[in-house]
């Protein structure tokens, strides 16, 4: 009996971390700076800048509601392993030289699931923090947001590896239309090279 109760607490156990970090393949996702596995050489964040010019947030009739020149988006590894996608928290996400006051108002979570057969990714939000989004329009300001476990662009491993962000947002408050989409690229900055892997 005291056995079949252990067994119980580490099932639930790994249920709660799931619901967390975001259900993913059966094979364990992980990130590294070498393209081969294993890899001996673990990432515990990735920071980014934007790059292409600028970053937009553009309504759902096609306006463009605010475009930044700047913009930075920090990631720290919290959850990688059987079954879950690697990411975590994220620890920054600012904009800058915004044509619209532009805020995030809730960094929530960022995650990354190998894509099948390449070194590469697909982003999603995570199941235990949504990204917040203010900005401020001639009319009043619009909170938009991901949601939980939205698909938010992909990754792109390999030497300048990047984030390749084509996020949907949903309108959470204000003038705003209904929905919204978050377009930017953000290469990785400190590390030369990232691979997201499967095994």
């Known amino acids: 009996m005291k056995h079949l109760k252990m067994l119980g607490a580490v099932a639930v156990a790994a249920a709660a971390l799931t619901a967390l970090s975001g259900v993913g393949t059966a094979s364990a996702d992980f990130i590294c700076t070498e393209s081969n596995t294993p890899c001996g050489k673990a990432i515990a964040s990735l920071e980014s800048s934007l790059i292409g010019g600028t970053v937009r947030?553009?309504?759902?009739?096609?306006?463009?509601?605010?475009?930044c020149s700047g913009s930075k988006l920090n990631v720290k590894k919290e959850f990688e392993g059987v079954g879950v996608r690697v990411g975590g928290a994220i620890t920054a996400l600012t904009w800058t030289g915004c044509t619209a006051s532009t805020v995030t108002v809730?960094?929530?979570?960022?995650?990354?699931?190998?894509?099948?057969?390449?070194?590469?990714?697909?982003?999603?939000?995570?199941?235990?923090?949504?990204?917040?989004?203010t900005v401020g329009t001639l009319l009043g300001s619009c909170v938009f947001t991901t949601g939980l476990g939205t698909?938010?662009?992909?990754?792109?491993?390999?030497?300048?590896?990047?984030?390749?962000?084509n996020a949907p947002l949903t309108r959470v408050s204000g003038p705003c239309l209904g929905k919204a989409t978050w377009e930017g690229e953000y290469q990785v900055t400190n590390h030369t090279a990232v691979y997201v892997h499967a095994s």
């Open 106 to 133: 809730a960094n929530g979570q960022m995650m990354i699931e190998n894509k099948k057969g390449t070194t590469n990714g697909t982003l999603f939000s995570g199941k235990a923090g949504e990204i917040q989004i």
């Open 57 to 67: 947030i553009k309504d759902e009739g096609g306006t463009v509601i605010s475009t």
């Open 151 to 165: 698909d938010l662009g992909a990754f792109a491993g390999g030497i300048n590896a990047a984030f390749q962000i």
